[in-house]
């Protein structure tokens, strides 16, 4: 599933020839679905019950920090890297000013964001390119997935209510 939309099919052992054949063709729709969507980049985490952003915007805090007695204002703008890991840029409130700091603070997870979604997708291209090179070929159905060849679908009487 990605942004609501369902990616799903089924394989049955009859269709494909057995359980081995079924999973080679399930593996190679999956292959080939992942060279064309999106990656999956939701975030796994829970949340601290009571906790909530001062700022409003995802990923951005605003933080004091003592530093030999003085204290410094900042926002702090966070994002993860498939990389590197959490990346986090700071802008502090002293040289920005309040408004101008929370604004760079905002861009500056926009565009680590962004780079971050083209690196998980370049990765995720390059693990499917490097699956469906390495997969068996691709199996050919033995049976018609329509037919009702073989299948017992007895008809049932609907109960009677007392």
């Known amino acids: 599933m990605r942004r609501g939309r369902v990616f799903a099919d089924y394989f049955s052992d009859a269709v494909w020839g057995g359980r081995q054949l079924a999973l ?13 969507i999106e990656p999956d980049t939701r975030v796994r985490r829970q ?7 001062a700022t409003g915007v995802v990923g ?17 703008a966070r994002w993860q890297d498939p ?10 409130v002293g040289r920005y000013g309040k408004a101008e700091a929370l604004a760079l603070a905002q861009e500056a997870r926009e565009r680590g964001v962004d780079e971050s979604h083209r ?3 370049a990765i995720q291209r390059q693990e499917a390119r490097r699956r469906l090179r390495q997969a068996p070929p ?21 109960r009677r209510r007392p």
């Open 60 to 76: 951005v805090t605003f933080e004091q920090h003592v530093v030999d007695g003085r204290i410094y204002e900042r926002y702090v």
């Open 47 to 53: 949340i601290p019950k009571g906790t909530r952003s």
């Open 24 to 36: 080679v063709a399930a593996q190679r729709l999956r292959d080939d679905l992942l060279l064309r």
């Open 138 to 158: 691709a199996p050919r159905q033995v049976k018609d997935p329509l037919s009702r060849k073989g299948i017992s679908m007895s008809r049932r009487r609907p």
């Open 119 to 121: 690196r998980w997708l």
């Open 83 to 92: 990389e590197k890991g959490t990346q986090r840029r700071r802008f502090l």
